[in-house]
């Protein structure tokens, strides 16, 4: 399989935890994006790379979360002292470059504070 | 601030009719719009509309972008029970995506 991979697909945290996903794009794609979805919601910008630079990042992303691609491949997506409104679904997209490209999806991570 | 709205927020039909998805946009620097279905998992990606590139089919989908209206229409014919899920629209504008609440579509048999 060639597209983009998320792990783990499902984590449940109690609340304060430190939590990490990792997402790998598709290998030839440039470009990488987080996105968070809630039930009811369309997927909502996190934040974005351009190989390994971090280029953008949402008022949403507060300074409890953190991403990072080291080496402009995978990406990592690390929530701190977690809070019940975190939980969501957390997308990882990736393109091959900005305007003309579409972005693919990963099957997402579902996290789940309790 | 960039918005995109979907109407009707939900709908529900037949087997076999035609069924018309709408997106309005509000989006500086508008670069595309692009249509993914949510089925439940992640998005998958259907068409994306440029200023080039206005009108998109595939099979029994087709999708046509009205830049002097800042609108988007996703027409299925034909519909079958596989067509249920989310539709979502999405424009680019400053280098990122932003999502409209994306129209929930159930077929009935």
């Known amino acids: 399989d060639t597209g983009v991979s998320q792990d783990p697909r499902h984590k449940i945290t109690k609340r304060g935890q430190n939590v990490t996903f990792r997402c790998d794009p598709i290998s030839e794609h440039n470009r990488l994006y987080w996105y968070r979805q809630t039930l009811g919601q369309g997927p909502e910008f996190l934040t974005y790379?351009?190989?390994?630079?971090?280029?953008?990042k949402s008022r949403l992303l507060s300074d409890r979360f953190s991403a990072e691609r080291p080496k402009g491949s995978f990406s990592t997506l690390e929530i701190q002292r977690t809070e019940q409104g975190d939980s969501a679904m957390y997308l990882c997209?990736?393109?091959?470059?900005?305007?003309?490209?579409?972005?693919?999806f990963g099957p997402g991570t579902r996290l789940t504070v309790t | 601030e960039d918005k995109v709205v979907q109407s009707p927020l939900s709908l529900v039909v037949h087997e076999g009719d035609t069924v018309t998805l709408n997106c309005s946009y509000e989006v500086t620097n508008f670069r595309s719009l692009l249509w993914y279905k949510q089925e439940k998992k992640a998005p998958t990606f259907l068409f994306m509309l440029t200023s080039s590139g206005i009108e998109k089919k595939s099979g029994r989908l087709s999708s046509i972008l009205d830049k002097k209206e800042l609108s988007s229409i996703l027409n299925i014919t034909a519909t079958q029970t596989g067509d249920s899920a989310i539709y979502l629209c999405a424009v680019e504008g400053a280098q990122k995506l932003v999502f409209g609440q994306g129209t929930r579509l159930t077929i009935n048999p």
């Open positions: 997209a990736s393109s091959l470059g900005q305007g003309t490209y579409e972005q693919y």
């Open positions: 790379f351009q190989n390994e630079a971090q280029l953008e």
